[in-house]
């Protein structure tokens, strides 16, 4: 079995478990919605695309699957997810590579996005890795406009220049918060920054 696989099912009994209604750490999304947008995601990636303008929480597309006239409901929503994409999704081909940084973000996106968010979990360490190695493209994206450097560090582990600049933060922590620092998830995320005050400052400041 995949990671994507452990982290589908692991996501599953989560989202089974979980208040519909509760908020999550994406903006305007309930459960419900992120539920909704990862059935869409998998199942019509055509009607996905389309709401990837909207503002947060008024997706038309997700709307509909959540109250329109043949909205399925949350369980079957859940229901859809657990059984995995069709054969012919490009999502179902892209493996981990696609789908492991989606769902270990997303289950964060619920397990933290309460008024008692949940502590981070232990991950099994090839698993890790794995988000690990992910997380160097990802970053690199996230900080392009950076006025400063960025370096990953994890505490007794690996070190990545993430943007070269002369001077430079340093942010420190698992692979998982990293990379929901990255993916705009800052306040959640179990991160350390590092640096000059000035420094820290210019990159708090980025836009």
Not at 28 to 39: F, Y
Not at 109 to 123: F, H, I, K, M, S
Request: net charge negative.
């Amino acid at each position: 079995m995949s990671w994507t696989e452990l982290e589908r099912e692991a996501l599953v009994e989560t989202l089974r478990a979980a208040d519909p209604e509760a908020p999550t750490l994406c903006e305007g999304w309930s459960v419900h919605r992120l539920t909704a947008h990862l059935v869409l995601r998998e199942h019509r990636p055509d009607l996905a695309a389309r709401d990837a303008t909207a503002p947060p929480g008024h997706e038309p597309q997700l709307s509909r699957l959540i109250a329109g006239p043949e909205a399925p409901g949350f369980a079957r929503l859940v229901d859809r997810f657990a059984g995995g994409p069709p054969r012919w999704s490009p999502v179902r081909w892209g493996g981990d590579s696609v789908n492991l940084v989606e769902y270990v973000v997303h289950h964060e996106d619920v397990r933290r996005g309460g008024a008692e968010p949940a502590e981070p979990r232990v991950l099994p360490t090839d698993m890790v890795r794995a988000l690990w190695d992910r997380l160097a493209a990802l970053g690199r994206m996230a900080y392009r406009r950076s006025p400063v450097g960025v370096v990953h560090v994890v505490p007794g582990g690996p070190r990545r220049v993430v943007r070269r600049r002369p001077d430079a933060v340093v942010l420190s922590g698992d692979p998982v918060e990293l990379l929901l620092h990255a993916l705009g998830r800052e306040d959640a995320a179990d991160v350390e920054l590092l640096g000059r005050p000035e420094t820290v400052e210019e990159f708090a400041a980025r836009s």
